[in-house]
């Protein structure tokens, strides 16, 4: 078993991972994410690696969150700290207000790799998770044919995913993580490994998935045209140790639409963060 698959069916089982969180978290709304003076120090041998330095941020319920930053600037760190796969060593992060100590069904994840369970079909991927907590076999059925509708899998509910595309294999990810019923999608790089035409087709299914569920969203990408295309909000990291750069609020029209690519905001956009981030890696 992958260690991808095995971080699945840890995050799946642990429903209850959170507890009581008051120490000035967001509040109100559901999805709220409070990131607050995170620090992530790694042990190397004699001497230690300091991956991230006094992170904080404030996610709004439903918010679209894109974290961009050159590679080893901690942005994947920092998503593992908000799913629970990752333990701070200074600060905390709390969703709702509830402290994250660990896995929980509040977040759901989506790896960059596929890790879907090679031997259950499409449905039984996405129902997985409800499975595990007990839900009946009706209401499961009901689950996963709404996942199903939502990320257009239909037809392919009995198939496995060695007879998927890339961008199906993505798709009932998602779905898989949607069933569960969390409150925040946490992404990482999750289109990363597409051809460029799936993951522009990718891209405009995930917005579709996110207007219909209104599931906060933070998204980890190296791609400053997906960030642009994607997002509410731009959060950029720079290393040494990784910290918080500059914030982009995106006021690119509601609807996206690949003539958004062309608005003379995305062009703006794009040139601000790709002068911001050659800058930094110079």
């Not at 009581?20 to 003076?37: F, H, P």
């Not at 798709?171 to 969390?182: D, H, T």
């Not at 998935?209 to 720079?238: C, N, P, Y």
Request: charged share 25%.
């Amino acid at each position: 078993m992958s260690k991808a698959i095995e971080v699945v069916e840890k995050m799946a089982d642990n429903a209850q991972a959170a507890i009581k969180y008051d120490k000035g978290a967001a509040s109100g709304g559901l999805g709220s994410i409070s990131i607050q003076g995170i620090g992530k120090s790694f042990a190397t041998g004699k001497t230690t690696f300091r991956a991230l330095e006094n992170i904080d941020l404030e996610i709004g319920a439903n918010e679209f969150v894109t974290i961009v930053g050159p590679s080893g600037c901690g942005k994947s760190t920092l998503l593992r700290i908000v799913a629970g796969l990752e333990e701070a060593s200074e600060g905390d992060v709390g969703v709702d207000g509830d402290l994250v100590v660990g896995p929980g069904a509040d977040r759901g994840m989506v790896f960059q790799g596929y890790t879907l369970f090679p031997w259950l079909t499409v449905r039984q991927n996405i129902e997985y998770g409800p499975k595990l907590k007990g839900i009946s076999i009706l209401e499961r059925r009901a689950i996963s044919n709404r996942y199903l509708r939502i990320t257009r899998l239909e037809s392919f509910a009995n198939r496995f995913p060695k007879q998927l595309s890339g961008g199906m294999k993505q798709r009932v990810a998602i779905a898989r993580a949607l069933a569960n019923g969390p409150k925040v999608l946490l992404m990482d790089e999750p289109f990363g490994a597409l051809d460029a035409q799936t993951k522009l087709e990718m891209q405009e299914a995930l917005l579709d998935v996110w207007e219909k569920e209104k599931t906060t969203v933070l998204f980890i990408t190296h791609d400053i045209d997906e960030a642009i295309f994607l997002s509410q909000r731009i959060v950029v990291m720079g290393a040494g140790p990784g910290r918080i750069l500059k914030e982009y609020p995106v006021t690119l029209p509601a609807e996206r639409t690949s003539e958004v690519r062309e608005h003379p905001e995305f062009l703006k956009l794009r040139r601000e963060l790709t002068a911001l981030l050659k800058h930094k890696e110079e």
